[in-house]
């Protein structure tokens, strides 16, 4: 039986948590099967938990115990004790109970994706040098998983996703080499499956963008080769140059993103639930985005209140 571990897909892109940090959160996460808010631990049996091993190197340990006095300092989890040597704690994770993440009233939404135990481990016991690097990379393969959609759609495949690598190196800070490389590995490991296109988006203005790959877990591979194909289809300038639609559909595209985005305003005024699931909600975002961007100057007076999308983790407010 594969066991699953559930994390907030805004732990996976949180920048103030250094991978130490998330690597421990992952590892007390597991523990929250049982039925129990305190959990005496220690630093090995972490180690464990999330390399599958039961001896490991001194480094996965040290960098566990630094992991969990990060979270307490962040008042992420609670250290109620602690022997001298700092590697075996009673610890309160209230906070990281799943049921406390989504208030009764769904006003205080959060989402969530699940990684497989099995996934960590292999991820860890990837390279010998894992210490330093595949921390880092369990901790990317968690955003990764957090960029695929949750629900099937009307223009969304449940469980792929469509993220540009700019995108993915502006969300995790770092350089657009490591991303590649770090999907690179994922894709060695066969963990994810990507589907690359070899064409591309021209717009009415004339500028000219590759298709984003198409990526998901290795498993719905099968999936994520429709997905890509549909994606080019629709969207690819070489397999759609002989109609005269790029034009046309940019802005029918906007002008209907424009009106859903009106319907939302509306009914936040009047004290009324989003009528859109969270994907939909994405693309309107990242729509009015690109609005706002192409009339920020000449136009101002019709830029778009984007704070209304506040409440979820792709909403950016710099």
Do not use: P, W
């Given at each position: 039986m594969i066991k699953t571990v559930f994390i907030q897909d805004k732990w996976a892109i949180n920048k103030t948590?250094?991978?130490?940090?998330?690597?421990?959160?992952?590892?007390?996460?597991?523990?929250?099967?049982?039925?129990?808010?305190?959990?005496?631990?220690?630093?090995?049996?972490?180690?464990?938990?999330?390399?599958?091993?039961?001896?490991?190197?001194?480094?996965?340990?040290?960098?566990?115990?630094?992991?969990v006095d990060g979270l307490a300092e962040k008042n992420l989890i609670t250290i109620v004790h602690k022997n001298n040597k700092n590697d075996e704690w009673i610890i309160n994770l209230a906070q990281l109970k799943k049921e406390n993440w989504i208030s009764k009233d769904n006003s205080n939404k959060k989402f969530y994706s699940t990684i497989d135990e099995i996934d960590i481990h292999k991820i860890l016991n990837y390279n010998k040098n894992y210490y330093t690097k595949s921390i880092s990379l369990v901790k990317f393969y968690s955003y990764l998983l957090s960029t695929l959609s949750k629900t099937n759609g009307t223009n969304w495949t449940k469980g792929v996703g469509f993220t540009s690598i700019g995108e993915m190196s502006d969300n995790i800070c770092h350089s657009t080499k490591t991303v590649s490389q770090y999907l690179k590995?994922?894709?060695?490991?066969?963990?994810?499956?990507i589907y690359r296109s070899k064409d591309m988006i021209k717009y009415s203005s004339g500028e000219i963008n590759m298709i984003t790959h198409t990526y998901g877990k290795y498993t719905d591979k099968e999936v994520i080769i429709k997905a890509g194909r549909e994606h080019d289809a629709n969207y690819g300038h070489n397999t759609k140059k002989?109609?005269?639609?790029?034009?046309?559909?940019?802005?029918?595209?906007?002008?209907?993103?424009?009106?859903?985005?009106?319907?939302?305003?509306?009914?936040?005024?009047?004290?009324e639930n989003i009528p859109y699931d969270y994907d939909l909600c994405k693309d309107i975002y990242f729509a009015m985005v690109e609005f706002n961007k192409r009339y920020e100057k000449e136009k101002p007076d019709r830029?778009?209140?984007?704070?209304?999308?506040?409440?979820?983790d792709f909403y950016n407010d710099d």
């Open positions: 948590l250094t991978t130490n940090e998330y690597l421990s959160y992952l590892g007390l996460s597991m523990l929250l099967r049982k039925n129990l808010i305190e959990h005496y631990v220690n630093s090995h049996y972490l180690a464990y938990l999330l390399s599958g091993l039961y001896h490991v190197d001194s480094k996965l340990t040290n960098a566990i115990c630094n992991g590995q994922l894709e060695e490991m066969k963990l994810i499956f002989e109609m005269k639609r790029i034009k046309k559909d940019v802005g029918d595209k906007t002008r209907g993103y424009s009106q859903m985005y009106s319907t939302i305003r509306k009914r936040l005024d009047k004290g830029l778009k209140k984007l704070s209304i999308f506040s409440e979820y």
